[in-house]
């Protein structure tokens, strides 16, 4: 039941700041397959992970403090790693592909599902393809904005 709480109070904060920050827009075209592939990591951070992991990936977002498990300092990730940004486990991460502890529970969407979803359309292996792009570029984001 706590867990529903927190989801409902994440979707709640999420909504909220869609309708506080601007209304998304929503194109009336169909999602070119380049344009899907090549959405920038950093605006995909903005609109998927800012909500918790904050703006500037301090994890002091909006939702974080409705989360049982404290969200972790993105900017540090390489400082942890003897100076070497993770990208692996970073990527096994965002993708749901990992156990974690600070993403052992459902606290974090699985991305790379989600990502899969986007165009329920499309073939499998385009899906699959679109996934491993986003959270590709949200990698090399997250390795762009680390801190010593």
């Given at each position: 039941?706590?867990?529903?709480?927190?989801?409902?109070?994440?979707?709640?904060?999420i909504i909220f700041a869609g309708t506080t920050f601007g209304q998304v827009e929503i194109k009336k075209a169909p999602l070119t397959?380049?344009?899907a592939?090549?959405?920038d990591g950093g605006e995909l951070f903005a609109e998927l992970c800012a909500t918790c992991?904050?703006?500037?990936?301090?994890g002091d977002g909006p939702a974080a403090s409705a989360l049982t498990k404290e969200v972790p300092d993105l900017t540090g990730l390489a400082a942890k790693n003897d100076g070497e940004f993770p990208r692996q486990e970073v990527e096994k991460s965002i993708?749901?592909?990992s156990r974690v502890v600070?993403?052992?529970?459902?606290?974090?969407?699985?991305?790379?599902?989600?990502f899969e979803d986007v165009r329920p359309d499309w073939k499998p292996y385009r899906r699959s393809a679109l996934a491993r792009q986003r959270i590709y570029n949200l990698t090399?984001?997250?390795?762009?904005?680390?801190?010593?």
């Open positions: 039941m706590k867990k529903l709480s927190v989801l409902v109070g994440i979707i709640a904060v397959w380049t344009q592939a090549l959405t992991h904050g703006v500037g990936a301090k993708a749901g592909k600070s993403h052992g529970t459902i606290d974090m969407p699985i991305w790379g599902q989600a090399e984001y997250l390795a762009t904005i680390q801190v010593e």
